[in-house]
């Protein structure tokens, strides 16, 4: 089993949709998870980290963390085109190093 | 968040010949530098890691005479890809670190796609 999982996708969604994106992972050590958007030829751009469990928003995003089952979800409400990118959620034990998803490519069609 | 440069952001190259990548932290200083390669519709996968003043330390199966890393300051690495050929094209990705947690951890540079011609 990997240490991290991530489903590769391609997601596709109509404007204005609720979009799950999530990750599940093996090592109960993980303390910091993060997601990233990464747009095609660019390097990684971070969206939000959360340390231990629980939820963080920012916007239009919100991130989950449920410790108890290892399992991490990103939500994007009211998605945009403008979100089409490859989602990658990252975590790590003490801050590095740091141990990727695969990336789920999203697309939002207007 | 933390500032960081990677040049040049893309580069065609012929075989055979070295291409230079430099990444740069703007803001803070960086003493471990991860460089990181993802090749088309692939996740990030992790090349080697440099402590500054160090030689870099590379995961297995990435060649350390091929991909030269040098992190002579606390600003500044370079990866060097030395007789490059088709197979290294790929995009490459600078993230530099001072170990201080989350301040610095999670920004990575803007990306180095290499051709290989």
């Known amino acids: 089993q990997k240490e991290v999982e991530q489903d590769p996708g391609p997601l596709s969604v109509p404007e204005g949709a609720i979009v799950s994106l999530n990750c599940t992972y093996s090592?109960?050590?993980?303390?910091?998870f993060m997601w990233y958007r990464q747009y095609s030829r660019k390097g990684p751009e971070l969206l939000m980290y959360?340390?231990?469990?629980g939820n963080k928003e920012d916007g239009r995003f919100t991130a989950q963390v449920d410790k108890s089952s290892k399992y991490i979800s990103l939500f994007i409400r009211d998605s945009q085109p403008s979100d089409s990118a490859t989602y990658l959620c990252?975590?790590?034990?003490?801050?590095?190093?740091?141990?990727f998803g695969k990336g789920t490519r999203l697309s939002v069609i207007a | 968040g933390a500032v960081v440069s990677q040049h040049p952001s893309w580069v065609i190259c012929k075989s055979g010949t070295s291409v230079k990548i430099e990444c740069r932290s703007l803001?803070?200083?960086?003493?471990?530098m991860f460089w990181y390669r993802q090749f088309p519709k692939q996740s990030l996968m992790l090349m080697a890691t440099?402590?500054?003043?160090?030689?870099?330390?590379?995961e297995q199966g990435v060649e350390k005479d091929k991909f030269l890393i040098n992190h002579a300051s606390l600003t500044l690495s370079t990866l060097t890809v030395t007789s490059a050929h088709p197979e290294d094209s790929s995009f490459y990705i600078c993230?530099?670190?001072?170990?201080?947690?989350?301040?610095?951890?999670?920004?990575f540079g803007q990306g180095t796609r290499l051709t290989v011609v």
């Open positions: 090592n109960s050590a993980f303390q910091y």
């Open positions: 990252a975590m790590s034990v003490g801050g590095t190093p740091l141990v």
């Open positions: 993230r530099p670190s001072a170990g201080d947690g989350m301040n610095t951890e999670a920004f």
């Open positions: 440099s402590n500054e003043g160090s030689k870099a330390t590379y």
């Open positions: 959360t340390y231990s469990s």
């Open positions: 803001d803070f200083q960086a003493t471990t």
